[in-house]
């Protein structure tokens, strides 16, 4: 069974940082390209940083770009989120995910981000 652990959320002043993690049990991921993406309160879910299989191309949303880093460590099923600069415009729950994976499919329950101003 798939499962997605997301940690490392809290709350934080602005121009602050935090290092979201998304472990990945049930199968291994190291040859998906992953995402982070995020939704906050009453908006729809969206796109913030991908990454190929290999780690070696990224992809990032313009509202995160040169602030966030996105990475992966294939031996541990693991990505990362390094989130520098936050602003409260970041407050929303994180998740993590195959790039391609739609809103059907499973996804796990997310990690909390508040930037307060």
């Known amino acids: 069974q798939v499962q997605l652990v997301e940690s490392g959320g809290g709350l934080v002043q602005a121009g602050g940082s935090l290092r979201l993690s998304c472990a990945a049990s049930?199968?291994?991921?190291?040859?998906?390209?992953m995402g982070w993406f995020r939704q906050a309160t009453g908006k729809e879910r969206e796109f913030v940083a991908g990454i190929s299989w290999s780690g070696g191309s990224t992809l990032y949303a313009d509202s995160v770009k040169g602030r966030f880093t996105i990475s992966r460590d294939n031996a541990k099923n693991t990505v990362y989120l390094q989130m520098n600069s936050l602003k409260p415009e970041d407050t929303a729950v994180y998740y993590c995910n195959e790039l391609g994976a739609s809103t059907t499919d499973y996804w796990g329950k997310g990690t909390l981000v508040t930037v307060s101003s």
């Open positions: 049930g199968r291994t991921f190291s040859s998906d390209a």
